[in-house]
């Protein structure tokens, strides 16, 4: 029986210590282990994963549990895009013509033969003011000798083929958010809408909206928002369609906050973009005699969004005659503003961009595929640690497992374009989406964290690499800590997760 006994115990003991081997005897793991049996962890959904640069693992918390990561899905989107196109990739935008030009007169349309750019217009560091683009253009049309177009400046935004912009797995909350605009072969202001946004003077009432840029006169608003009693919450959020020039300002907005820019999503940035330059052109003497236009989803050339004015199927674009290209900035440049700022139209760009790189058409199915098909020739399997379905992050549709991000991240720093990668992540402290994060940190320590966040409801996910006081990269830990359904606030949860990766920086 005594012997019978001790077999249990050992194999009880043998049961314990397998479940048990995997996890690291480190002090950043007995101190997370801790954080994690609290609340608002506790409750929660938690996978962190820290690796030394040896290959050893530092902390294991469920590294293989597939979360939500929110913008994290940058990391992917902006490293496959530095490693498929490399960090001198630049969009090319086209100036052409139909018709033929006789004594300085274009005899025909002038199309803005648009491929991709993101940064056309935008209030990005990396773009070029959009005034000296449009100058730019019009120095080709004066080197042609054209002094006047008979026909329609129109902006051809054909160059990505999906039939809508924005992606099928975001929620509706989303869409109509600048932050939630989708990419064009051709775009202006990165497809923004801004609208000034004031209280009315009593409760009940409409709040004040008035459009401020771009000018889009052909737009229609109804505002079916009111104004809320004091200390309520803002709840504003703005509705529109791709199928007509409306949109909608619904929601409450309280009687006593001051007036603020509420930044939504333009559904026409190619035909706003042709509308700006006509403006241009006309200002320094070029007379452009039928206005402006674009091409729409079915190939049509349009003057109004009302589908009232449709002049039959645009010219194939091989037909057209170019008379020159602008370039936008380094990728290395866009691919910074993307993880610095969390720039979800930048990101949702670049993942068509690989798309059409691989010559693939550009909806949102093959760009899934593609991104897939690019991670399995680095190296790196998808198979149930994986599933990425935009380029930004916005759609709760992707499940990443910080292990696959670790994996992903170490990946990178043996790539010929790893400094480019690396130069392109946050710091805290400093300018971008971590600027305020670690506040009573001194910046010593901050310099050592090269990381992207990404958050929305109930997710919070921090990934990157952690490099020693001496700067020296080659003892970096490469880590990913993944928090998600926590419902407390960001106030509580910040410090929360600051304390985890100020214990995984305490192991180099």
Same mark, same amino acid.
């Given at each position: ?26 002090? #950043? ?16 959904? +938690? ?23 929110? &913008?994290?899905?940058?990391?992917? /989107? ?5 490693? %498929? ?44 003011? +959009? ?7 019009? %120095? ?88 809320? %009693? ?9 509705? &529109? ?10 929601? &409450? ?35 452009? %005699? ?6 729409? @989803? ?114 990178? /720093? ?22 305020? &994060? ?21 997710? @919070? ?31 509580? +949860? ?8 100020? #214990?995984?920086? #305490?192991?180099?």
């Amino acid at each position: 029986m005594r012997k019978r006994i001790s077999l249990i115990t050992v194999a009880l003991l043998l049961i314990a210590w397998s479940a048990t081997a995997g996890i690291p005897r480190t002090e #950043a793991q007995r101190a997370i282990d801790a954080i994690c049996a609290r609340e608002p962890l506790r409750s929660a959904l +938690v996978g962190v994963l820290a690796v030394g640069a040896d290959g050893d693992t530092l902390v294991s918390v469920r590294p293989d549990i597939k979360l939500v990561p929110a &913008s994290n899905v940058k990391l992917l /989107t902006t490293g496959m895009a530095l490693h %498929k196109l490399g960090p001198e990739f630049r969009f090319e935008t086209r100036l052409a013509y139909s018709g033929s030009i006789v004594d300085g007169k274009l005899k025909g349309d002038l199309y803005i033969l648009g491929g991709g750019d993101p940064t056309t217009g935008s209030r990005a560091d990396c773009a070029t003011p +959009v005034n000296d683009t449009f100058a730019a253009w019009m %120095k080709m049309l004066r080197d042609a000798g054209i002094t006047c177009i008979e026909g329609r400046v129109i902006g051809d935004p054909r160059f990505f083929s999906e039939a809508t912009s924005q992606n099928l797995g975001w929620t509706l909350d989303d869409l109509g958010a600048n932050y939630g605009a989708g990419p064009l072969g051709l775009n202006f202001f990165e497809n923004a809408q801004l609208f000034y946004i004031s209280p009315a003077s009593s409760v009940g009432a409409a709040p004040n909206v008035s459009p401020r840029y771009p000018d889009t006169p052909w737009m229609k608003y109804a505002v079916h928002a009111v104004t809320g %009693k004091a200390r309520t919450a803002n709840t504003l959020y703005y509705v &529109s369609t791709v199928f007509g020039p409306f949109g909608q300002v619904a929601g &409450s907005f309280p009687i006593d906050r001051r007036g603020y820019t509420l930044e939504c999503h333009n559904a026409f940035g190619a035909y706003t973009c042709a509308s700006y330059f006509h403006t241009f052109l006309q200002a320094h003497g070029i007379v452009v %005699k039928e206005g402006f236009g674009d091409v729409n @989803r079915s190939g049509e050339v349009r003057t109004d969004l009302h589908f009232e004015d449709v002049r039959g199927r645009a010219p194939v674009v091989d037909s057209l005659s170019v008379l020159g290209s602008t370039w936008s900035a380094p990728l290395s440049e866009i691919v910074t503003e993307t993880n610095c700022q969390s720039n979800n139209f930048f990101a949702e760009t670049l993942l068509r961009m690989l798309a059409k790189q691989a010559g693939r058409p550009t909806d949102h199915e093959e760009c899934q595929d593609v991104a897939e098909t690019v991670l399995h020739a680095m190296g790196l399997r998808t198979d149930n640690t994986c599933q990425q379905f935009d380029g930004s992050g916005l759609s709760r549709k992707n499940y990443v497992a910080p292990a696959f991000f670790v994996r992903f991240l170490r990946k990178m /720093t043996t790539l010929p374009v790893w400094d480019a990668y690396l130069a392109s992540l946050p710091v805290p402290g400093k300018e971008g989406t971590l600027e305020y &994060s670690f506040r009573d940190a001194p910046q010593e320590f901050k310099d050592r964290i090269h990381m992207k966040s990404g958050s929305m409801n109930g997710v @919070r996910c921090y990934s990157g690499y952690i490099f020693p006081a001496d700067g020296d990269a080659s003892r970096a830990i490469t880590f990913s800590l993944m928090l998600n359904n926590c419902t407390a606030s960001s106030y509580v +949860v910040s410090p929360i997760l600051e304390e985890i990766l100020g #214990a995984i920086a #305490a192991e180099n």
